[in-house]
């Protein structure tokens, strides 16, 4: 039976069984036309990347665009094959230059690799650094890419991005638009890009990275994708085939659309902002606005115009609309209802869509109560001397939601060095003196034995804190979000199991107050 409930914010996991042996056997099509009406569905989705700060996106405010797959995985950097049960898909994406020492043009990635920088989501950082970044992407390039990025260039330039296909949710946040596909269309994806040539010929206007996704996109549904000449100037952007695709699951109510959001994990890294198109660029950017305003005026009321009649789509109200498909296919119902002026059944029915919707992105007042909570639990932790030593010493002081998680940060990555064992799990180490320190940097071993308990909170509620005063575009999903305050409310019962223990007199009964976890 198909699983179809994606309320968690990874992508759904479906039901599915794949045959062995050669992807396009004899058998595997006997036995897809045997199952007849039921059918098994893989996912499919336009990734849209938030606009980082540097060379020409500081002016565009453009983003990044690429290709997920839930049923499609990679053999290879460079090849593509079904996923085996228990794999999450892939993403694929193309760039200016990977900077491999072939002239690819795309390469595709494991999901988590793609935005967390490890294949076990459980062991994703918890806080990110650029620091941490290149530990994971040396650990990736050395797992993966060693036959293609053997070159001095490719294993050390920063200009190499191939880095940008590993933890990208570490330095940007991202929306994904998923759609259901069969096997049929699926296999027939990989077919055709595993029998091309694949070589760069990357052009910033007519074959960029949203040139690239349209492609792909539209080999699944025939001009489901498509450019916005008008509001883009001619080029093609990524919020332009974010924003037709959306459009064409909302004309096709049975596509299985909804909208999954990661956000950019919490540290130093400077946040992404929201993607623009060129219009919507003039019009919101003031490092371009105030120039137009004084020397070409008379334009700019077209390009607002142009703007706010066919260029405006908003990624986060997509995703509070359509958070899970059942929220997708509760919208029929209830436009029925309304229309039979059946007002019970239309409450009914929205309730249930509110309700879903809140299951995933949370309501205003279950923020503010949690950021009410935060405060009381911020306030009892002021002033606590627990923190000792030269290292740890200088990153003491609780984290508040007033902005001093930013200092933590910053403290943090300053006196640590990360490392990852060979199953991708971080630790941050501190020296101090002939004696060394560690924490843990995921939430599966941030109080893991041997971590340093006093810094492992802190590192906690300055996750915490930042998160709760983020912005919607640049805050994780009520579903993770709970996930951290359980990791919260373990961390005050461990620290509260440490205080016990250091106030025990010595020899005392009290020393068997603290578990493993210290």
């Not at 056997?25 to 990347?49: E, M, P, R, T």
């Amino acid at each position: 039976m198909l699983v179809r409930n994606s309320a968690s914010q990874a992508p759904p996991m479906r039901a599915r069984t794949f045959l062995g042996g050669p992807l396009f056997s004899f058998v595997l099509v006997l036995l897809l036309a045997c199952l007849g009406s039921s059918k098994a569905y893989g996912d499919v989705g336009v990734v849209l990347n938030e606009s980082l700060d540097t060379s020409v996106a500081r002016i565009t405010g453009s983003g990044h665009s690429a290709v997920y797959f839930s049923r499609i995985c990679p053999e290879s950097p460079v090849e593509l094959r079904l996923c085996q049960p228990g794999e999450q898909g892939s993403v694929m994406s193309n760039y200016t230059t990977l900077g491999e020492d072939q002239p690819f043009e795309w390469n595709v990635v494991p999901l988590s690799v793609y935005l967390y920088g490890v294949e076990n989501p459980r062991y994703r950082p918890i806080v990110a650094s650029q620091k941490i970044k290149r530990v994971l992407e040396e650990r990736y390039r050395e797992n993966y890419l060693s036959e293609y990025c053997a070159s001095e260039a490719c294993k050390t330039s920063n200009k190499a991005e191939w880095r940008e296909m590993v933890g990208a949710s570490l330095e940007r946040s991202i929306y994904m638009f998923v759609v259901d596909t069969t096997v049929e269309q699926d296999l027939a994806l990989i077919e055709q890009f595993n029998s091309l040539p694949n070589q760069n010929h990357f052009n910033g206007m007519t074959r960029n990275c949203a040139n690239f996704t349209r492609r792909l996109i539209n080999t699944f549904f025939p001009n489901a994708t498509r450019p916005d000449y008008i509001n883009d100037f001619g080029m093609t952007t990524p919020k332009a085939i974010a924003r037709s695709f959306t459009r064409y699951a909302h004309r096709h109510p049975d596509a299985g659309f909804r909208v999954l959001h990661f956000a950019q994990v919490p540290g130093t890294i400077k946040r992404s902002s929201e993607c623009r198109g060129g219009t919507e660029q003039l019009v919101r950017s003031k490092k371009l606005l105030v120039p137009m305003l004084i020397f070409a005026h008379h334009v700019l009321p077209l390009v607002a115009a142009s703007y706010m009649l066919t260029g405006r789509f908003n990624p986060e109200r997509e995703l509070e609309a359509h958070p899970t498909i059942e929220a997708t296919e509760a919208e029929h119902p209830i436009r029925l209802a309304k229309a039979e002026n059946n007002n019970p059944r239309a409450e009914e029915l929205e309730s249930d869509k509110d309700h879903e919707r809140a299951t995933v992105v949370g309501t205003s007042e279950e923020w503010k109560q949690y950021r009410a909570s935060f405060a009381w639990i911020v306030a009892e932790s002021a002033g606590d001397q627990t923190v000792t030593g030269s290292v740890r010493g200088s990153l003491n002081g609780s984290p508040n939601v007033n902005g001093s998680s930013k200092k933590f940060f910053r403290r943090l990555d300053e006196a640590g060095t990360p490392l990852a064992d060979r199953n991708g799990t971080l630790w941050m180490e501190f020296a101090d003196g002939d004696e060394w320190s560690s924490i843990g940097l995921s939430a599966h071993n941030v109080f893991s034995s041997g971590t340093d308990t006093a810094l492992a909170y802190q590192l906690v509620l300055a996750r915490i804190g930042h998160v709760l005063k983020s912005p919607k575009h640049s805050r994780e999903s009520m579903v993770e979000f709970r996930k951290d305050w359980s990791l919260l409310e373990s961390a005050r019962s461990n620290r509260a199991s440490a205080v016990a223990k250091a106030a025990a007199p010595a020899g005392g009964r009290g020393g068997s107050v603290l578990s493993g976890n210290e």
